[in-house]
């Protein structure tokens, strides 16, 4: 039996993007170790990576960039 909380349009949207976000990691997981494994080796060697977004996705920058504690690249 479902409870309320089951039904809720909340619930359904956070099982949605916590699917979505394991359907990424599972079929995208090389891809990101790749780069990851591209970006260390860029700072290793004092380069840089350029982080941008427009609108809403300049979130994603922003994760990057402002974090406290987050290493000046």
């Keep these: 039996m479902k409870s309320d909380d089951d039904n809720n349009g909340i619930e359904q949207y956070f099982r949605k993007v916590l ?4 359907e990424v990691i ?3 997981r090389q891809v990101l170790k790749d780069a990851a494994a591209q970006m260390a080796t860029t700072i290793a060697q004092d ?4 982080i941008f ?3 809403h996705s300049h979130m994603m920058a922003e994760e990057d960039f402002y974090r406290a504690g987050q290493q000046a690249m």
Excluded: V
Aim: proline residues 0%; neutral net charge.
């Design 47 to 50: 380069g840089r990576i350029f």
């Design 19 to 22: 699917a979505l976000q394991n």
């Design 26 to 28: 599972e079929n995208q």
């Design 53 to 55: 977004g427009t609108g």
